[in-house]
Every structure is written in C-alpha cells, then in structure tokens.
C-alpha cells in the first residue's frame, strides 16, 4: 500500500514545471517566472539539468556540486504554541532541489536543536534512495560522559539511521575534529574516537558497506587536522571551512583554508565546503565592497561571488548551503547550473574585496547556532546578526557626532527590537561563559554581547561617545 508521505511520479514532475513555480511562489514571496534573485535582482530562469556535477574519486558518486545543508530548517508553531519543524517547507525546499539536480544533503543529530535528521529524513524519503545521497555526524563533541562511550556513540550511530530512515549512509562524519579547550584537540579526539573504539567501529561499518564514505569535519586544531591525514586511512572525503576571507585570513582558530584544502589535495581527498558565505557575511558586504562586485559583474550578488569563488577548485566536491528561502535555493541553484569558475581578475577583485571586509567592525560569527540554547534564553546568533547586518551597511556609528547618527540609531534601535525579542537581547546576558567553549569560531561570545549592549544602551540614552 502507497504511504501517505510518498511522493507520487505525478507530483515529483510538477516539482520540475510552472505548477510547482507558482504554489513556491506563493509560499515564499518570488515571483512565479523563477526569474529574481534572493536580493531582488533579475537573475533567468533556473535550470533543471545544467547542475554541475563533481565525481568522488575514491567511490565514483556523482555529486552535485551544490549540497544543502540541513541545519536552519524553518520553523512554525505548533498547536501549543511551542516550536517545530515546519516540515510540509522543509517537503517543497527538497522536492525543488532535487527537481533541480541537487542530490547532496547534509544534517547532524545536533542540528535544530535535534529535529534536522527527522525532517530531512521525512522529506528524502518520499524520493527513490537512489536519487540522494544523506550526510550526517557522530556529534559527540560536547562533554557528555554517556555521549562519548562507546555505546553511546554507537547508539547515537544507529538513531541517525533510524531518523533518517535508511539502512546505510552515504557519507558519515566524525563530527567537528579539532574541537574542545584550547591546547586540547589531539586529547579531545581520542576521548571521543579512539580510546572508546569508536574510529575501528566506523571503518568496520564502512567495509560493511552501511557507511559508503567515511571523512570528517574540521574546526580549530591543526595538529589534530594534520594527524588525521597521516594516518594509514583512507578517507573518503573532509569537510572544511572555505571561503575567500578564510582562504588566508581565518580567524580565531579557524585555519586559513588554502593550507587546509592543498593538504587534501595532497592525499587526493575531495573537500566538502562548510561556510562559503561566512555565515551570510558575504552575502552582506559593505556598499564599498559590492562595488567593486558590480563594476565587474553588474548582475551578480554576492552572494553568487561567494559560491562561485567556494566551487571553483576541481577537488571541492560539493558546496553546502543552509537554504531556508525558496529564493535562496533558485539562486544557488543557478550559480551552479552550470559553474563558471572565477577568472584571474575576479579573483583579483576579491582580494581587494577581502581588504575592505577585514578592515571591518563585524563580529566573526557564522549563525551556527552551537552556542545555543542559551541557559538564560538570548538569541546570541540573532544579536550578532543584527549587528553584523548595520555594519554591511556602513550603519555602525563611530560617534554621535556623525552625520548620519539620527538615521542610524533609528535603524538599529527599530531593528534589533523587530529581529530580537526584548528578553532575548544582549543586555539580559550575565557573561555566565557556558557558550564560549561550545564556539567553532572562538569568539568571547560575552566580551561581544557586552560591546553589542553597550553600543545599544549608548544608542538609546541618546548619549554622547
């Protein structure tokens, strides 16, 4: 008997035509012709088999070039008014997708505060298995003791298989190599992989064939990162952070990803990327930067510069995107249907682009959401963003003498009360330091919360600085 969840054939081919345009469009606010970018800008139709496509060396998956990532799912209120997966979206976002050559999808038991696996698994489902290929992690990375036994692990192992519905995963990830307290990566990793068994157990699973690619995520130590390649394994492919400000200029501990990506291609390891907009950062660049964008490229976004520049190297195999707009995925869609890797002077263009960003007020923040919950409530990523999004826009204010201060305030006093709830912003923080350790980025998330609020409080009692 047809499950109620399936997809039918029907369906599945309304997905690649006007029908399945128009009902997109009434849900997420594009226009039905397919034919606006995320920022408004005319972009064309998005094609339904231009996606380009990377093969894995080791396997011979072919991968699509543009993966999506799974761990800003949206959400709705249920009827208790509390929080879910919004999944009949979460069903269109990856019956477009797919419809449109994507076949890479990404998730973790971690993510959406731990619903991504069964939303992604709910919404694949409905699709031939043959037709995707799902990536998930041992997320172990916080310090809890029954999370890091070997039992433990293998049962968190097993539940992402049951989550996900599916008898074998395509690529499996130790998740976020390199974590932990500064100075103790190399020790973290053996707590969590190898003094419990747990790295043997995953290779016995890959011979098994119920893991088809075993690799690993990377953040913070490069002793840990270098280890890992030395080892006599054979690793499918690693997930790295890349992007043209980190390529030589990561932050905090980060690595710059030139180092990173040349030392896979060393070992012929294809690279997944994570971050290619930097956590939106450069989907929002300052009016100086886009400039020089558009003087060369007059219809393209950043945020198409930022793709680009992420899946022009032959041994990136896939591009992860946290899509949660419908505009959002037709854009990328496009980007990379088909790729035209960046020139010589693009390039150029983006080192002078990278100059003007890194000089720069932003907090370094990717939106990740591993800071969160906060134990007192606050939207650490939604204040930060707020933040970073007046910086993009030359809004943060040196002085109240300047010129533009009436503006200015106005904008980030109104704005920040319409993205934050009252409660939830940073003058409620106690600096309790319970999310700096759990930071990819590094960032003294207090320090910042701290400057954030005083910049505010200074705004609001219309004081002179």
Same mark, same amino acid.
């Given at each position: 008997?047809?499950?109620?969840?399936?997809?039918?054939?029907?369906?599945?081919?309304?997905?690649?035509?006007?029908?399945?345009?128009?009902?997109?469009?009434?849900?997420?606010?594009?226009?039905?012709?397919?034919?606006?970018?995320?920022?408004?800008?005319?972009?064309?139709?998005?094609?339904?088999?231009?996606?380009?496509?990377?093969?894995?060396?080791?396997?011979?998956?072919?991968?699509?070039?543009?993966?999506?990532?799974?761990?800003?799912?949206?959400?709705?209120?249920?009827?208790?008014?509390?929080?879910?997966?919004?999944?009949?979206?979460?069903?269109?976002?990856?019956?477009?997708?797919?419809?449109?050559?994507?076949?890479?999808?990404?998730?973790?038991?971690?993510?959406?505060?731990?619903?991504?696996?069964?939303?992604?698994?709910?919404?694949?489902?409905?699709?031939?298995?043959?037709?995707?290929?799902?990536?998930?992690?041992?997320?172990?990375?916080?310090?809890?003791?029954?999370?890091?036994?070997?039992?433990?692990?293998?049962?968190?192992?097993?539940?992402?298989?049951?989550?996900?519905?599916?008898?074998?995963?395509?690529?499996?990830?130790?998740?976020?190599?390199?974590?932990?307290?500064?100075?103790?990566?190399?020790?973290?990793?053996?707590?969590?992989?190898?003094?419990?068994?747990?790295?043997?157990?995953?290779?016995?699973?890959?011979?098994?064939?119920?893991?088809?690619?075993?690799?690993?995520?990377?953040?913070?130590?490069?002793?840990?990162?270098?280890?890992?390649?030395?080892?006599?394994?054979?690793?499918?492919?690693?997930?790295?952070?890349?992007?043209?400000?980190?390529?030589?200029?990561?932050?905090?501990?980060?690595?710059?990803?030139?180092?990173?990506?040349?030392?896979?291609?060393?070992?012929?390891?294809?690279?997944?990327?994570?971050?290619?907009?930097?956590?939106?950062?450069?989907?929002?660049?300052?009016?100086?930067?886009?400039?020089?964008?558009?003087?060369?490229?007059?219809?393209?976004?950043? $945020?198409?510069?930022?793709?680009?520049?992420?899946?022009?190297?032959?041994?990136?195999?896939?591009?992860?995107?946290?899509?949660?707009?419908?505009?959002?995925?037709?854009?990328?869609?496009?980007?990379?249907?088909?790729?035209?890797?960046?020139?010589?002077?693009?390039?150029?263009?983006?080192?002078?682009?990278?100059?003007?960003?890194?000089?720069?007020?932003?907090?370094?923040?990717?939106?990740?959401?591993?800071?969160?919950?906060?134990?007192?409530?606050?939207?650490?990523?939604?204040?930060?963003?707020?933040?970073?999004?007046?910086?993009? $826009?030359?809004?943060?204010?040196?002085?109240?003498?300047?010129?533009?201060?009436?503006?200015?305030?106005?904008?980030?006093?109104?704005?920040?009360?319409?993205?934050?709830?009252?409660?939830?912003?940073?003058?409620?923080?106690?600096?309790?330091?319970?999310?700096?350790?759990?930071?990819?980025?590094?960032?003294?998330?207090?320090?910042?919360?701290?400057?954030?609020?005083?910049?505010?409080?200074?705004?609001?009692?219309?004081?002179?600085?």
């Amino acid at each position: 008997m047809k499950k109620k969840t399936d997809i039918s054939r029907r369906d599945f081919l309304k997905t690649l035509g006007a029908g399945t345009v128009a009902t997109t469009a009434a849900l997420y606010g594009c226009k039905p012709n397919n034919t606006v970018s995320a920022e408004g800008g005319k972009v064309g139709e998005v094609p339904t088999d231009q996606m380009t496509y990377r093969i894995n060396p080791h396997t011979g998956d072919k991968v699509s070039l543009l993966g999506y990532g799974c761990m800003r799912w949206p959400l709705r209120k249920n009827a208790n008014g509390e929080d879910e997966v919004d999944q009949d979206t979460v069903n269109e976002l990856v019956d477009y997708a797919i419809a449109h050559g994507v076949n890479y999808f990404d998730t973790a038991p971690v993510y959406v505060r731990g619903w991504s696996e069964t939303a992604t698994g709910i919404a694949l489902k409905r699709h031939p298995r043959d037709k995707y290929f799902i990536a998930t992690k041992m997320s172990n990375q916080r310090n809890i003791p029954q999370n890091r036994s070997r039992e433990g692990c293998i049962n968190l192992y097993r539940k992402s298989m049951e989550n996900l519905q599916v008898d074998y995963i395509d690529y499996y990830l130790l998740h976020s190599i390199g974590s932990g307290a500064e100075g103790m990566g190399m020790d973290d990793f053996r707590k969590r992989f190898v003094d419990n068994g747990i790295l043997d157990f995953l290779l016995e699973e890959r011979a098994a064939g119920r893991i088809r690619n075993l690799g690993w995520s990377y953040h913070g130590d490069i002793k840990v990162y270098d280890y890992l390649l030395s080892l006599d394994i054979q690793w499918d492919f690693v997930q790295i952070q890349l992007n043209y400000i980190d390529w030589q200029h990561a932050t905090g501990r980060n690595t710059n990803a030139e180092y990173l990506l040349r030392e896979l291609e060393k070992k012929n390891v294809p690279a997944v990327i994570m971050e290619p907009l930097l956590g939106g950062r450069l989907a929002r660049v300052n009016s100086q930067a886009l400039r020089i964008m558009k003087e060369m490229n007059p219809e393209d976004t950043a $945020a198409q510069w930022a793709f680009r520049y992420a899946g022009s190297p032959e041994s990136v195999l896939t591009v992860l995107s946290g899509m949660v707009y419908m505009e959002h995925l037709q854009e990328n869609i496009r980007t990379y249907s088909p790729l035209k890797p960046l020139e010589q002077q693009e390039y150029k263009a983006l080192e002078e682009v990278t100059q003007i960003m890194l000089n720069a007020d932003y907090i370094q923040c990717t939106e990740c959401q591993y800071c969160m919950p906060c134990p007192y409530g606050l939207d650490i990523p939604g204040v930060f963003a707020h933040y970073n999004r007046c910086v993009s $826009a030359n809004e943060i204010l040196k002085s109240s003498k300047d010129e533009n201060y009436r503006k200015a305030r106005r904008t980030f006093l109104l704005g920040y009360d319409r993205s934050v709830p009252k409660l939830r912003q940073a003058d409620h923080c106690i600096t309790c330091d319970v999310c700096k350790p759990l930071c990819p980025q590094r960032i003294d998330i207090p320090k910042e919360m701290t400057r954030v609020n005083e910049y505010a409080e200074l705004l609001k009692q219309k004081m002179e600085f």
